[in-house]
């Protein structure tokens, strides 16, 4: 799949280069790369807000774009939440603005209630602020609401696009268990963008790199992680624990490529340390 900005114009420009992967049902994938490598663009093609230049987007083996008639019911199979999800609150209260999209789906009344209740309690937010405005929320609190309202449409996929970005640490870590926490529960496909490859790497079971348009790497965290040297090469880093155990292999330490997180290193360093002992 091809995606060509302005095309046959003086500012055409290539933003998708022949891209082609596919992504099991169920996988929580991180999509990574440096601003403007593409991500951004691609995302918005799995719900088709943009479509190809060429090629196609299949969902479950369905051309999303061949029916134009159709795409209403593609954009509720895939849900969509763009960074600062939070501008995009606007009803009265925390309830309302969950309930708006099973609303317009023409769903009963106890389905709905039913719904943005699973929702909500799916990413943390408890039944205290079902009735206070969203804009009396922490950040926080706001990103969660809205990514309750497009888990409401009970998506198939939902891709997340930098779902963490302008929140501090805890807001971000809290953010991050509640999708680790919902990707658990529902087992839905979910695709989180990020920059961040520490949170990449506690959390997701593959990784697509993009550079350029196209797709550098993809494939698990650990296959990823060990090519650390490589990702520097186009402008991104390895998180710091792959660079230590890369030392480590080089000095000779018999030390297993891709650990990636402290808590796989603590295990490996502390096994390793106990056969010394021996």
Not at 30 to 53: D, E, M, R, V, Y
Not at 199 to 217: F, L, N, P, S
């Amino acid at each position: 799949m091809t995606h060509i900005y302005s095309e046959g114009t003086a500012f055409e420009k290539k933003a998708l280069d022949d891209i082609n992967i596919e992504i099991e049902d169920g996988r929580f994938v991180g999509l990574i790369g440096h601003t403007g490598s593409g991500k951004s663009t691609l995302i918005q093609h799995l719900n088709a807000l943009i479509k190809p230049t060429s090629g196609e987007i299949l969902l479950n083996g369905e051309d999303i774009n061949a029916d134009k008639s159709k795409l209403r019911s593609v954009r509720q199979r895939v849900g969509l939440v763009f960074q600062y999800p939070e501008h995009q609150l606007f009803e009265m209260t925390v309830y309302k603005d969950v309930a708006y999209g099973p609303s317009n789906m023409g769903l009963t009344k106890e389905e709905i209630d039913r719904r943005v209740k699973k929702s909500l309690e799916i990413v943390g937010v408890g039944e205290d602020i079902y009735n206070k405005s969203p804009f009396e929320l922490s950040g926080g609190q706001k990103r969660r609401v809205a990514i309750a309202g497009v888990l409401a449409m009970e998506p198939e996929v939902l891709v997340l696009d930098e779902p963490t970005a302008g929140l501090d640490p805890k807001g971000r870590d809290d953010i991050l268990e509640a999708i680790k926490t919902m990707h658990a529960s529902l087992g839905i496909t979910v695709i989180l963008v990020s920059h961040s490859m520490e949170d990449v790497a506690r959390y997701v079971d593959e990784i697509i790199v993009m550079h350029k348009g196209r797709v550098a790497y993809h494939g698990s965290p650990a296959q990823i992680f060990c090519k650390a040297d490589e990702l520097e090469n186009i402008g991104l880093a390895a998180p710091q624990i792959s660079y230590v155990f890369n030392k480590l292999m080089e000095e000779g330490v018999p030390v297993p490529c891709g650990v990636f997180t402290t808590e796989e290193a603590t295990k490996v360093l502390y096994d390793l340390l106990k056969q010394v002992e021996k």
